[in-house]
DNA sequence: ATTATTGTACCGCCTGGTCAGTATAGTTGT
DNA sequence: ACAACTATACTGACCAGGCGGTACAATAAT
């Protein structure tokens, strides 16, 4: 009841957050640069998000929370053999091409401001690269898989070489082939 | 008087802050606290360092310079077919295995402060993946090469799901045979 | 009326950057 | 030989602006 009536706020918030992030870079990220993009005023946010911690920690569990439950669902519809892997694969490809990258973004909002609030991100991580590794598959060629679309991320968000499309779509079949061959 | 080894303060200051980025965290990096690292007053930084964006930029450069050389040092002793990306590989593995990962660490400095000053990083990533794109092997197969290794300094820096020694050897050995099955 | 939410005004701290001046070593003029 | 001057390297005190956070009044919701 109390939750679903905060939401609308708060969300607009977090929204406001990324924006700002990803178009101005980090450090205009500010409580009150965030009030002024989501229309609100500075306390408001302040009484939303009593710290700025509190909003970037929110951030980050939101975007790992969404990742991990694509991931889940992704899984259900392929299984098997080196279905983990696929399913990584899959949904990363996937996010990428969908707008900015926000994992990377909330990653470094986090990562800036205190390291501490990089746990919960670890966390899935540790349980991705788990599954990853008991695939059924070849572990390394599942991490190969893992590392290189984490390259990716690396260089769109640094703007580093960033790949061009047709090269990243052949980069998924590749791997993709990669893990089926790796199957035993 | 024996050669007491005075290092130029320059390079003191450069050294203290890679320290503190790399120990402290990037928003503890403040020109004073350098000064403090490197036994010198806030004044004397600046006099070298007319401006923080100077000092990471030189931060910047000069690893990106040393990367580069010792990958082109690693090219000569190689050459023929997928020279470049087995170099590539080499470079980026031996340089794990050495101290922290302080060129993503002068990245993100950049990053925060002023994506601009990212420019020089990507020019020579520009070259790198110019190069590997061009190594007489298959492409693809080189940028996952490329992509993989990028990987491993992205899970390193966020201390995301890190790989552990013995799987990143077993990735070395795949990824080098990767690249000799891919020599046409 | 009471509670939940939001606006306004403000504070204290930190940070990049400035500036006037000092110390020292070398150079020049006489 | 000696004073005057210059260049380089550095110090320490200071400042203006921006930021996270607070206090509290005002309004909206139930």
Redesign the pocket.
């Known amino acids: 009841m109390?939750t679903t009536?905060?939401k609308p706020?708060k969300e607009k918030i977090i929204e406001a957050a990324y924006y700002l992030v990803r178009s101005k870079g980090i450090?205009?990220?500010?409580?009150?640069?965030v009030?002024d993009k989501a229309?609100?005023?500075?306390?408001?946010v302040?009484?939303?998000f009593?710290?700025?911690?509190l909003l970037i920690e929110a951030m980050v569990k939101q975007l790992f929370n969404n990742f991990d439950s694509q991931l889940n669902q992704e899984y259900e519809n392929e299984g098997k053999l080196g279905g983990r892997t696929q399913s990584y694969l899959k949904t990363t490809f996937l996010m990428h091409d969908q707008e900015e990258n926000e994992l990377s973004v909330a990653l470094l909002a986090a990562l800036v401001n205190n390291p501490d609030l990089l746990k919960p991100a670890k966390e899935y991580y540790e349980i991705w690269q788990n599954q990853l590794e008991n695939d059924q598959i070849n572990p390394v060629i599942a991490t190969i898989v893992r590392l290189t679309t984490d390259g990716l991320w690396f260089s769109e968000l640094f703007g580093l070489a960033p790949i061009d499309k047709t090269l990243r779509d052949q980069l998924y079949e590749t791997l993709s082939e990669l893990i089926n061959s790796a199957k035993k």
């Open positions: 109390i009536q905060n706020t450090t205009k990220m500010t409580m009150e640069a009030a229309g609100i005023s500075k306390g408001a302040f009484y939303h009593s710290t700025k911690e």
